[in-house]
């Protein structure tokens, strides 16, 4: 569910129309509902009541200053992969003790702030990362609590760009190797093991590889503990997917998968850190669009809008769905056409989608691309020289431009001319 529904015949986010906003604020932009952000974020976190547990959002899929305050205070930890989004938590109120640092190219520069300004975990990657985060905290006295990142070989199901868990993928340890690479972790004076971390992938739509790779976790927390390792803290990561077309089916609930978590591993008596990103952002943001033409093609008709892959890279990425609806409410009955509908971008791949049905639109009306709050403004770029779009929170009945757009004096002078021109 989300806070984006017609109200008297028009696109509302919560309680403010949405072409209100686009007045305002000008097209394209994104639009987050806080509501939906946190309703979201209490779906997991009540589905984990009873486990001792913590969800770290994961910062990759929306990183916007106001997204993550929301979720900080409303008791989120954050999943962070790189410096700059280590930094953008911490300035966001969330303390060092409530962020996870996962990805597999973690710099000495990146480790060494981290472990200075504090930090809940490391998720290692690698036998060459682990020594390196030992090095660090060495060199400055401390000592990092990680766990280590094991790929279970398990087939998430899911597209291949956003598949991590089987075995010719960058990610982790293989399984098989686990216990040796923990015994040599136990000996490096620089680290602590905590526990055990696992993720199998993005825009997962069935439970059974979640319960697969679970019980391959629990097996070798088994084995691991009775080697002498504490472990008491398992990170399961995230990867729920949720509909992007209200037609298809409906991935598991938070509520489903929580019940699939106590039964696997609840047993164990572990700590329970889940790592959502799409599901919590992804239904409470959409890209709100204008329709610059309507162009008659020889065998089909293009709206030309002034959104662009450039802004929302989903679709020429990974052939993605976005619903894509009118601000303004079809009439019940209203006739549909097939439309493509492209941005004006400079590339064959700049297109949202292909025979769509649509009502029949014209220069001026504004469309909304649902589902777009996740790997939306955080993917997007300046291709073309085409500004970074405004983001917008809506709060009830308020809302907040909360990334501005540049102008193009900004982006031109970010430039710097040599002296020999």
Not at 95 to 118: H, M, N, W, Y
Not at 254 to 261: F, I, K, L, N, S
Request: glycine content about 10%.
């Amino acid at each position: 569910m989300d806070h984006f529904l017609y109200r008297d015949g028009a696109l509302y986010a919560e309680d403010v129309p949405v072409a209100e906003i686009a007045a305002a604020v000008g097209t394209p932009f994104y639009l987050y509902s806080t509501a939906t952000l946190l309703r979201h974020f209490h779906l997991f976190d009540d589905a984990l009541k009873g486990m001792d547990h913590l969800v770290c959002y994961a910062m990759k899929a929306a990183s916007n200053q106001a997204i993550l305050k929301t979720l900080a205070q409303a008791g989120a930890g954050m999943d962070v992969v790189s410096q700059g989004e280590y930094l953008r938590a911490k300035a966001a109120g969330v303390p060092g003790d409530k962020i996870v640092f996962s990805g597999v190219g973690k710099t000495q520069d990146e480790i060494r702030i981290a472990l200075s300004g504090g930090i809940r975990q490391f998720n290692v990657e690698s036998e060459p990362e682990m020594d390196v985060i030992n090095a660090v905290a060495v060199e400055l006295g401390l000592v990092a609590p990680i766990t280590v990142r094991v790929n279970p070989d398990v087939d998430a199901k899911t597209h291949a760009k956003i598949a991590t868990g089987k075995s010719e993928n960058k990610f982790g340890i293989p399984i098989a190797r686990a216990r040796d690479v923990y015994a040599r972790a136990a000996s490096l004076p620089g680290l602590k093991v905590i526990g055990i971390d696992v993720h199998i992938g993005s825009q997962l739509t069935e439970l059974e590889p979640f319960e697969l790779a679970y019980s391959k976790v629990a097996e070798l927390t088994e084995q691991l503990r009775a080697d002498g390792h504490d472990i008491h803290r398992l990170d399961l990561g995230g990867g729920l997917g949720i509909p992007y077309t209200r037609s298809n089916d409906t991935p598991p609930l938070p509520v489903e998968y929580g019940a699939m978590v106590q039964r696997t591993l609840g047993h164990l008596g572990c700590e329970i850190e889940i790592e959502p990103g799409r599901l919590i952002a992804g239904n409470a943001g959409i890209m709100v669009s204008k329709v610059i033409y309507v162009k008659s093609g020889e065998d089909r008709d293009f709206l030309i809008i002034d959104g662009a892959m450039n802004d929302l890279i989903r679709p020429a990425m990974y052939e993605a769905y976005h619903d894509i609806v009118p601000v303004v409410e079809p009439q019940a009955g209203q006739e549909q056409r097939p439309y493509d509908i492209v941005g004006p971008v400079c590339e064959s791949g700049d297109t949202f989608a292909r025979h769509r049905d649509m009502p029949s639109l014209e220069s001026g009306d504004l469309v909304a691309f649902r589902s777009a709050g996740a790997y939306g403004a955080v993917m997007s770029s300046e291709y073309n020289s085409r500004p970074l779009i405004p983001e917008v929170l809506v709060n009830g009945d308020q809302f907040a431009v909360i990334r501005r757009r540049p102008d193009f004096d900004e982006m031109i002078n970010r430039d710097t001319i040599p002296k020999w021109l």
